[in-house]
């Protein structure tokens, strides 16, 4: 079965078994214009991931660094590590960038 079968599958099940106003997760192949304006039409929210390049990130790289430098970010504790989120909308997206200096130095 092909992946865009599958998630066809998947996504005229959900309403069966998801409350409306629900966050749905999805990989990389999920993240799609058409995917997204799909769930939203049936009334759920999406968090998705963007592939592992750094191009796709560069205006989200410069916008955080910008947030950063004039300390508009929100800073996260767990456990012993510190990460910080600047929040990005992007047309009717919003794109949470998150950043943590110990694991940028590994």
């Known amino acids: 079965m092909s992946d865009k079968k599958h998630l066809n599958e998947i996504l005229n099940v959900i309403p069966r078994v998801i409350p409306k106003n629900s966050i749905l997760i999805f990989d990389t ?5 058409k995917n997204k304006d799909k ?7 999406y968090l998705t ?6 191009g796709p990130y560069k205006k989200e790289i410069a916008y955080f660094k910008k947030q950063y430098d004039a300390k508009n970010v929100e800073t996260i504790k767990i456990d ?3 990460y910080y989120c600047a929040k990005m909308e992007v047309e ?3 794109h949470y960038i998150y950043f943590s200096k110990d694991l940028y130095s590994i």
């Open 39 to 45: 769930i939203r039409a049936m009334g759920y929210h």
């Open 80 to 82: 012993n590590s510190i």
């Open 49 to 54: 991931l963007k592939p592992k390049k750094i």
């Open 29 to 33: 192949g999920g993240n799609t214009k």
């Open 92 to 94: 009717n997206e919003l």
